[in-house]
């Protein structure tokens, strides 16, 4: 099969790819001892528990119900008792709530779920209900939920659906593996969401160049549809949305705009493979592929990990570490997180998760600029990373807004590149941070004249 080619214009790098796990099929991490299942597993606000320490839970039953339309439902990663119900460590590098729960051995489904259907005898309603149902969210990283994404504004018309297959992170493979091993079930996925838009979308998949057996079985499994495949080049950041949208249309997202401004609709692999599950076969989220890599790992590996499952066990699973590491990272080594605790759960948005020494690294010590300007070369959102720092730094993060420093995606690509080794992506995460809580006082601010009487 002959694929057209592409790319985005502006900046990016090409890290070593590290992919050490590329040819481990997915393996399936047997039930822990304990599930640790935080309620916030999305972006907005975070689920409500609707089950009580003692309860006993079936595989897929709801234990935390959605707190508003931007919010995700949480459903019991397999049956068992609830131990506990309160605060633990969580990914994001704080404690927040979560329902402990003691498997029972059975992994029992919830009556009624874990049903095959047809998904072409349902209606666009049905199917967005079922999406909402089983709290699938965007699983590449961004947890944004994803019967929210499938409802844009009624004056936003989608005419372009599009898988993104890049997986440009270093290391991670998850995506790969379930494009080799459940391409029919991807493929099935973004027909699922084509299919909730009106005329039919142009509906693309783009896979990196890095990628060539995936390209193959997504291909096989999406001959004779209205599919079109595209091979992208193998450069970071090729999954960022607005780079793919621009290699795959041509079309740009402008500062302030979401890609249902310019009529597109990107889903990541693993969420359409969610989507599929919940669709056609009445499966809540659960369980998802996961790489676990690094070169401290002892036996890397990608794994179908249940929700709740603590990286500690995983890392037992794997056999241990070959020597002590001095970085837990979750996600890819660019965009990924640092964890202080090998307890942390693995989440619906836990694509990967690193084990890695960087003592090397860690005796380059933060120099001052020499303005060689290479992260501006790199930068595929046209920043001045240095300048961003610069005000960071100097405290005048509130200037930040005129130099358009919420247009960083946060990426990395400057800090790789920096013969300075300036930690670029940690100053400009500070500024953003400073700005929101400037942002929310204001906003405090004026809500409480609102309420002022008058004289
Ligand atoms: S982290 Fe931000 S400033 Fe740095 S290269 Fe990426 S988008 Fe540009
Ligand atoms: S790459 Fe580093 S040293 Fe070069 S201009 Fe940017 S911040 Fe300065």
């Given at each position: 099969?002959?694929?057209k080619?592409?790319?985005f214009?502006?900046g990016?790098?090409?890290p070593?790819?590290?992919?050490?796990?590329r040819?481990?099929p997915l393996?399936?991490?047997p039930?822990?001892?304990?599930?640790?299942?935080?309620?916030?597993?999305?972006i907005g606000k975070?689920?409500?528990?609707v089950v009580?320490v003692g309860d006993?839970?079936?595989?897929?039953q709801?234990?935390g119900?959605?707190?508003?339309?931007?919010?995700a439902?949480?459903?019991?990663?397999?049956?068992g008792?609830?131990?506990?119900?309160g605060r633990a460590?969580?990914?994001s590098?704080?404690?927040?709530?979560?329902i402990t729960i003691e498997?029972?051995?059975?992994?029992?489904w919830?009556?009624g779920l874990?049903?095959?259907?047809?998904w072409r005898?349902l209606?666009?309603?049905?199917?967005?209900k079922r999406?909402?149902?089983?709290?699938?969210v965007?699983m590449?990283?961004?947890?944004?939920?994803?019967h929210?994404?499938?409802?844009p504004p009624?004056?936003?018309k989608i005419d372009?659906?599009?898988?993104?297959?890049?997986e440009?992170e270093?290391?991670?493979?998850?995506?790969y593996?379930?494009?080799?091993?459940?391409s029919?079930?991807?493929?099935?996925?973004l027909?699922?969401?084509?299919?909730?838009?009106?005329p039919t979308?142009?509906?693309?998949?783009?896979?990196e160049?890095?990628?060539?057996?995936?390209?193959?079985?997504?291909g096989?499994?999406a001959?004779?549809?209205?599919?079109?495949l595209?091979?992208?080049?193998?450069?970071?950041?090729q999954?960022?949305?607005?780079q793919?949208i621009t290699?795959?249309?041509?079309?740009?997202?402008a500062?302030?705009?979401l890609?249902f401004?310019v009529?597109?609709?990107?889903?990541n692999v693993?969420?359409c493979f969610?989507?599929?599950e919940?669709?056609?076969?009445l499966?809540?989220?659960?369980?998802r592929?996961?790489t676990?890599s690094g070169?401290?790992l002892?036996n890397?590996k990608?794994?179908?990990v249940r929700?709740?499952?603590?990286i500690v066990?995983?890392?037992?699973f794997c056999?241990g570490?070959t020597r002590k590491?001095?970085?837990l990272?979750v996600g890819?080594?660019?965009?990924g997180?640092a964890q202080f605790s090998?307890?942390?759960?693995?989440?619906?948005?836990t694509s990967?998760?690193?084990?890695?020494d960087?003592t090397?690294?860690?005796?380059f010590?933060d120099r001052?600029?020499?303005?060689?300007g290479?992260?501006v070369e790199?930068?595929p959102?046209?920043?001045l990373p240095w300048?961003l720092?610069?005000?960071a730094?100097r405290q005048h993060a509130?200037?930040?807004p005129s130099?358009?420093?919420?247009r960083?995606m946060?990426c990395?690509?400057?800090s790789?590149?920096c013969?300075a080794?300036?930690?670029?992506?940690h100053?400009?995460?500070?500024?953003k941070?400073?700005?929101?809580r400037?942002?929310?006082?204001?906003?405090a601010?004026?809500?409480?004249?609102g309420?002022?009487p008058?004289?």
């Amino acid at each position: 099969m002959a694929f057209k080619k592409s790319t985005f214009k502006m900046g990016g790098i090409h890290p070593p790819d590290n992919k050490l796990t590329r040819d481990a099929p997915l393996e399936v991490m047997p039930l822990p001892a304990l599930l640790v299942v935080p309620l916030n597993q999305h972006i907005g606000k975070p689920a409500k528990a609707v089950v009580s320490v003692g309860d006993q839970v079936k595989r897929g039953q709801l234990i935390g119900t959605a707190d508003g339309f931007v919010s995700a439902n949480v459903h019991a990663p397999t049956s068992g008792k609830i131990k506990l119900i309160g605060r633990a460590v969580h990914p994001s590098g704080q404690y927040a709530e979560a329902i402990t729960i003691e498997p029972d051995g059975a992994d029992e489904w919830e009556a009624g779920l874990n049903q095959v259907c047809n998904w072409r005898d349902l209606s666009c309603e049905e199917i967005r209900k079922r999406i909402q149902d089983a709290g699938v969210v965007g699983m590449g990283g961004a947890g944004f939920p994803t019967h929210v994404k499938l409802s844009p504004p009624s004056n936003k018309k989608i005419d372009t659906v599009i898988l993104n297959g890049a997986e440009c992170e270093p290391f991670l493979t998850s995506d790969y593996r379930l494009m080799l091993e459940k391409s029919e079930e991807v493929v099935r996925g973004l027909e699922i969401v084509a299919s909730l838009f009106n005329p039919t979308p142009r509906v693309i998949v783009g896979i990196e160049a890095n990628k060539k057996n995936a390209l193959k079985s997504i291909g096989k499994a999406a001959l004779h549809k209205q599919i079109e495949l595209v091979e992208l080049d193998t450069k970071y950041p090729q999954g960022g949305e607005k780079q793919l949208i621009t290699a795959l249309t041509g079309r740009v997202i402008a500062d302030g705009q979401l890609p249902f401004d310019v009529g597109c609709l990107v889903q990541n692999v693993a969420t359409c493979f969610a989507i599929d599950e919940s669709v056609s076969k009445l499966r809540p989220l659960t369980e998802r592929a996961t790489t676990f890599s690094g070169f401290e790992l002892k036996n890397r590996k990608n794994l179908w990990v249940r929700l709740g499952t603590r990286i500690v066990d995983v890392m037992e699973f794997c056999g241990g570490l070959t020597r002590k590491i001095n970085q837990l990272i979750v996600g890819g080594p660019m965009m990924g997180r640092a964890q202080f605790s090998f307890d942390i759960p693995v989440t619906k948005t836990t694509s990967g998760v690193l084990f890695i020494d960087n003592t090397e690294l860690d005796s380059f010590k933060d120099r001052p600029c020499i303005r060689c300007g290479r992260c501006v070369e790199v930068c595929p959102q046209g920043e001045l990373p240095w300048l961003l720092v610069d005000k960071a730094m100097r405290q005048h993060a509130d200037q930040l807004p005129s130099y358009g420093y919420s247009r960083c995606m946060e990426c990395g690509s400057c800090s790789f590149v920096c013969p300075a080794k300036r930690e670029i992506v940690h100053w400009i995460k500070y500024a953003k941070a400073v700005n929101a809580r400037i942002a929310a006082r204001e906003k405090a601010k004026m809500e409480t004249v609102g309420k002022e009487p008058k004289a």
